[in-house]
């Protein structure tokens, strides 16, 4: 959710700020950050078992990770990439294996092995970390740790990490392309008076050293950015949820003097389930759970760990995003955050360049919330009305291989443009069945855009290629002009790249195929044209 907040909170910024990171120059380390490098592209992570202890006090961390990971080619004497992001520090490296050496150089640690690897092995690196991690100034969307104070007066600590990554405290493979599809094991070490809650389910609480360690684990794969502990004077509450899959268990952690509060305003999370369900299929992690976390900033789709903070209110932080008043029916971080267990949890792009992915489809499944839990005028209107936050100013599509997202457009444009290509299908039912295809067929998989531009292109049996061009990799918004003269219309497009195959339905019946060329066509009756404004197109009649 990080740049949809930077366009609403930083827009007179916005513009600027993301040029220059969309056009950079970018460094090594950039690469070795975000590429599939020759220090990564032999070993497939497949377990994390990790520790964290943090030090209200001090703001400090320490821990472990045991990565258990398979060897995916036959290889002699390799460096291993670890990235761990300074000023936080490597203690110790061992592993199952000879190690000749390990080195940190700014925000990786090398680790040199000894021996002949074969593809099918499978080690582990055990990582013991310590130290001040950065600081989040503005979480979620600057990332880093939080050491915050409730409104008692009571420790709570978490951190968010998505946009800068997970290695900003924890030793990781850090690259959206490998996941640990074997989930994890985390233990959270706290004080005896708070609770430690992290991603999936509770294991294990025992005391440890004169403290309580809480032990959580997740049995799916998991985005390394969801990987979350939250530290505070938590309290639980449960239900249950009768799915597609059966019954899934709906844990609650909320601050203890935000129970009764939130056992009101999380009643919305059951109709949010059944809508999602509806169009996407079942929540994809009925093993680990669902669970909603109080959290010390507004909100992230942490995996069977959503972070929430929305203050127990509608909207987002009370405000209506479309500026139509549906927005205010509904908790935002509630749904768009849940929605991404589908869109970025589920299916995770696997560059972050391909970030459109993740939000483009779940600022959609904002719209079709509201089509199921309201109607579907009022989803329609409040569609049209997030395009208010449209900046056009990048592709929304950023630079591959150095950890660089596109235009925070992918939030209202990418979901227009959803719209837009519902409306060319023209078949609500086969549309459905694309969304939930999706989850299906690439269930628990990282992913490319070429292989979802190429799925719903095959299942809609229409080519799709040039909208997602448009939409995608270019700033411009189709325009199409044209003038009536009676029952005579005559049109093109401008703004739009080369073949553009973006047909229109007017007059509620009537469909046009404009081009960059004049065309005219007779219509059925001579009153005023009607366009269907569902469409994600400009219309500016000429002389």
Do not use: C
Not at 366 to 395: C, H, T, W
Not at 519 to 534: G, H, I, M, R
Request: charged share 25%.
């Amino acid at each position: 959710m990080k740049k949809l907040t930077y366009t609403l909170l930083f827009a007179s910024g916005l513009v600027f700020g993301q040029f220059f990171e969309h056009d950079k120059a970018f460094t090594k380390q950039d690469t070795l950050k975000g590429s599939d490098t020759k220090f990564r592209n032999f070993w497939d992570v497949k377990k994390y078992d990790l520790s964290v202890e943090p030090d209200f006090a001090k703001k400090s961390i320490k821990g472990y990770n045991k990565i258990s990971f398979e060897i995916t080619k036959d290889v002699t004497d390799p460096v291993f990439q670890i990235d761990l992001q300074k000023p936080m520090k490597a203690d110790k490296v061992e592993g199952n294996f000879p190690i000749a050496n390990f080195k940190q150089d700014g925000d990786f640690i090398f680790v040199t092995a000894k021996k002949n690897f074969k593809k099918g092995e499978k080690y582990t690196l055990d990582v013991t970390y310590s130290g001040q991690p950065v600081i989040a100034k503005n979480a979620p969307w600057d990332g880093g740790w939080v050491f915050a104070k409730d409104e008692n007066g009571n420790p709570w600590m978490s951190v968010a990490d998505e946009g800068i990554g997970a290695s900003i405290w924890l030793p990781t493979k850090d690259i959206w392309s490998d996941e640990p599809e074997n989930g994890i094991i985390m233990k959270i070490i706290t004080p005896n008076d708070l609770v430690g809650v992290g991603n999936g389910r509770l294991i294990s609480k025992k005391a440890e050293g004169g403290k309580t360690a809480y032990t959580w684990e997740v049995k799916n794969p998991i985005n390394a950015y969801s990987i979350i502990p939250n530290i505070g004077k938590y309290v639980n509450f449960k239900d249950t949820f009768t799915g597609e899959k059966g019954k899934l268990d709906l844990d609650y952690w909320v601050l203890d003097h935000n129970l009764e509060k939130a056992k009101k305003q999380f009643q919305q999370v059951k109709p949010m389930l059944s809508a999602f369900e509806y169009w996407f299929g079942p929540y994809p992690f009925y093993e680990d759970s669902y669970k909603l976390v109080d959290s010390p900033y507004l909100g992230m789709e942490h995996q069977s760990n959503v972070a929430y903070g929305n203050g127990y209110q509608n909207g987002y932080l009370g405000r209506d995003l479309s500026e139509t008043g549906v927005g205010l029916k509904w908790d935002y971080i509630i749904i768009h955050e849940s929605g991404h267990e589908w869109f970025a949890n589920n299916i995770t792009a696997k560059d972050q360049a391909d970030m459109w992915i993740h939000e483009s489809f779940t600022m959609y499944s904002e719209v079709l919330f509201v089509e199921k839990y309201m109607d579907k005028k009022s989803a329609d209107v409040y569609g049209i009305g997030v395009r208010n936050m449209i900046q056009n100013d990048v592709p929304i599509i950023g630079k591959y291989g150095v950890r660089n997202e596109g235009s925070g457009d992918m939030y209202p444009k990418g979901a227009n443009m959803l719209h837009t290509i519902r409306q060319i299908i023209n078949n609500d039912e086969k549309f459905r069945q694309i969304l939930r295809g999706l989850n299906k067929d690439f269930y628990h998989q990282t992913v490319t855009t070429k292989q979802i531009e190429d799925y719903m292109s095959s299942k809609s049996g229409i080519d799709l290629s040039t909208i997602f061009n448009q939409y995608l990799r270019t700033t411009k918004i189709p325009t199409l002009e044209y003038s009536q003269t009676g029952d005579s219309l005559k049109f093109r497009y401008t703004d739009v790249v080369k073949d553009l195959k973006l047909p229109v339905i007017i007059n509620g019946d009537q469909t046009i195929s404009p081009t960059e060329n004049w065309q005219t066509v007779k219509l059925k009756k001579s009153s005023p044209v009607e366009f269907n404004k569902n469409y994600f197109i400009n219309y500016t009649q000429t002389q």
